[in-house]
């Protein structure tokens, strides 16, 4: 007459998912929790998984699963490791701000444009305009991560708050 409870009954949740809307199931706990787990790189598969389980659209899974676009040529291996991880991290932001609006953006994040143009600023020189805009990306998405983390992979580490502000 025991009856045995599993602690995560999938079984279950996928089918409360079914009657729920995604963004009811993705509590700002929960939120949170997958926000802390893609910085500290959690394969975008996983995160796309979760938000499959949770009842967001295909469209939304697909965008933080699927490809990222970047020029194919020798220095394609160049992008940093810290890009990569900002892209998972824009795309999960992006997703979530769309299941709380309930519709599908169309528009890339500042570290895929980053990804996208760095190969092809070291292949060939870049009109102004374009410069511009990978200035933007290249800035817009570095604010977003820490920097801190990040310069000392280059060795810099005595860098003060104060510093760091005039970046």
């Known amino acids: 007459m025991n009856q045995q409870q599993s602690l995560f009954d ?8 079914k009657s ?3 963004s ?4 700002p706990s929960t939120r949170k929790i997958l926000q802390l787990l893609t910085n ?15 009842g967001a659209s295909p469209e939304i899974v697909q965008y933080v699963a699927g490809p990222i676009v970047t020029q ?3 220095w394609q291996q160049s992008i940093p490791a810290w890009v990569w991880c900002a892209i998972a991290i824009d795309r999960l932001d992006a ?3 769309e299941i709380d609006k309930g519709e599908i953006g169309k528009l890339a994040s500042s570290s895929e444009v980053l990804a996208l143009m760095m190969p092809i600023t070291f292949e060939i020189p870049l ?4 410069t511009d ?8 998405a570095l604010t977003k991560c820490d920097l801190k983390k990040i310069l000392t992979r280059f060795g810099r580490r005595n860098w003060t708050e104060r510093k760091l502000k005039y970046l």
Do not use: F, M, R
Request: charged share 15%; glycine share 2%.
């Open 10 to 17: 999938i079984e279950q949740t996928i089918c409360n998912s």
């Open 20 to 22: 729920q809307k995604a």
């Open 24 to 27: 009811e199931i993705l509590t």
């Open 40 to 54: 500290q790189g959690i394969h975008k598969a996983v995160t796309a998984s979760l938000l499959n389980l949770a």
């Open 72 to 74: 194919q040529n020798d």
């Open 95 to 97: 997703a979530l701000k």
């Open 127 to 130: 009109s102004p305009e374009w």
């Open 133 to 140: 805009v990978y200035l933007w990306a290249s800035h817009d």
